[in-house]
C-alpha cells in the first residue's frame, strides 16, 4: 500500500498527505521506519525526503557525507558520496541545498567542506610527522 502511494500520486498531493498524516498521527517517516527494514526500508525513507524537501533531503545527505565518525577514528569523508552528491545536484538545485544546508546547520555548505578537508590534511600530516624517526632515518640513507 505505501509504495503503491508514493509512486502513483503526485508530488503536491504526496506532501498533503504527509503533513495531513502527522497532524492526526506522527511523522510518516516514523511509520516507515517502523513497519519496513533494510533497503526498502532506506528507498521509502529516501523517497519521503525527497518528495517532503528535496534541498533539506540533500543537504543532510552532504552533511552526513562529511560528519564526525561515531567510533572515535575522527573525520570521515565518505569521497565518493560527496562528489556524486555535488556533480549530480550541481546542474539542478545546489543553490537550494546550499541555502537549507545554511539554515540547517548555520555555516555555509563550502566553509564546511573546507574545514572538514582541511581538518583532514592536518591529521594526515601530524600522522606522518609522527612516523618514527628511523623510518625516515633508513629511507635519507638509501638515497
Known amino acids: 500500500m505505501f509504495i503503491e502511494i ?24 516514523k511509520v516507515i521506519e517502523s513497519e519496513f527494514s533494510g533497503s526498502v526500508k532506506t528507498g521509502l ?10 534541498p533539506a533531503y540533500f543537504a543532510k545527505k552532504l552533511h552526513e557525507s562529511m560528519e564526525e565518525s561515531s567510533a572515535g577514528a575522527g573525520i570521515v569523508i565518505k569521497d565518493k558520496h560527496l562528489i556524486r ?15 537549507e544546508f ?11 567542506i573546507e ?13 606522518i610527522m609522527q612516523a618514527p624517526f628511523s623510518c625516515v632515518k633508513t629511507y635519507c640513507c638509501l638515497t
Open 85 to 99: 552528491l555535488i556533480v549530480t545536484r550541481s546542474e539542478s538545485d545546489l543553490g537550494d541545498i546550499k541555502i
Open 6 to 29: 508514493l509512486t502513483s500520486r503526485s508530488v503536491p498531493h504526496l506532501r498533503e498527505v504527509f503533513e495531513s498524516y502527522q497532524k492526526i498521527y506522527k511523522r510518516f517517516e
Open 45 to 54: 525513507l529516501a523517497l519521503v525526503g525527497c518528495i517532503s524537501n528535496c
Open 115 to 127: 574545514v572538514q578537508i582541511y581538518l583532514i590534511f592536518k591529521v594526515l600530516n601530524l600522522s
Open 102 to 112: 545554511q539554515k540547517k546547520y548555520c555555516r555555509s555548505l563550502e566553509s564546511f
